[in-house]
């Protein structure tokens, strides 16, 4: 996975611009995502919008397939990072999974174990490559998603483990997790500084924070 590779800010056959307005302020703000996220969504994508991205407050955007923003909520805590993730209406077989809480548990772990020092981002996908939930920068989850897909299409999602370093050093590291028979992959993406050894040490210790509540 190479960040060479990655999409640019201007590339428009990856990105999509839409409008956003801040629930408490009104103040509106252009955004570009991740078309993909939202094409692969059955039902509304929930982005959530950190502090200072729009303006001083952070809030959540419904956004439909045809990326129209059908509504916000307010929140009661902060966002650190720009997340997007499947509402829990959910599709297909992956609704046993985010419709439950258990599903909202883990995105608090994942939200709580970036620190911007050595844990950049995460994420669930499934084995085919479908966003769940991440909070991985715009680039890194686009090639996360590629690499996904490419890998179900070689029939390589019986890999349990996968190790990859990114042109910055960067690293990425993602394990196969199971609920109720279903297989999702979890992600965490780690700064050029820390090495695969601690990385390491990090996902098992989510591993078992994971279990706790499995």
Do not use: W
Not at 27 to 43: A, C, E, F, M, Y
Request: aromatic share 10%.
């Amino acid at each position: 996975m190479s960040a060479q590779n990655g999409i640019t800010q201007d590339d428009e056959e990856y990105l999509k611009e839409i409008k956003i307005r801040c629930p408490q302020c009104s103040t509106n703000k252009k955004l570009k995502i991740p078309k993909k996220v939202i094409d692969q969504s059955k039902q509304l994508t929930t982005i959530s919008i950190p502090s200072n991205l729009c303006c001083e407050h952070s809030f959540q955007a419904f956004v439909d397939k045809n990326f129209i923003v059908r509504g916000y909520q307010k929140v009661d805590f902060e966002f650190s990072h720009m997340e997007f993730y499947e509402s829990s209406e959910g599709s297909y077989d992956t609704e046993n999974f985010t419709s439950k809480p258990i599903f909202q548990q883990i995105i608090q772990l994942l939200r709580d174990c970036v620190d911007d020092k050595e844990i950049l981002g995460s994420g669930i996908f499934t084995v085919e490559g479908k966003v769940l939930y991440s909070s991985l920068p715009q680039t890194t989850l686009f090639n996360t998603i590629r690499e996904f897909e490419v890998r179900s299409e070689q029939h390589l999602i019986s890999l349990k483990k996968m190790y990859l370093e990114l042109d910055n050093s960067e690293k990425f590291i993602s394990t196969i997790i199971s609920f109720n028979g279903l297989k999702f992959n979890l992600v965490l993406m780690f700064s050029f500084r820390t090495k695969f050894g601690m990385g390491n040490l990090h996902m098992r210790d989510l591993l078992k924070k994971i279990e706790k509540i499995n």
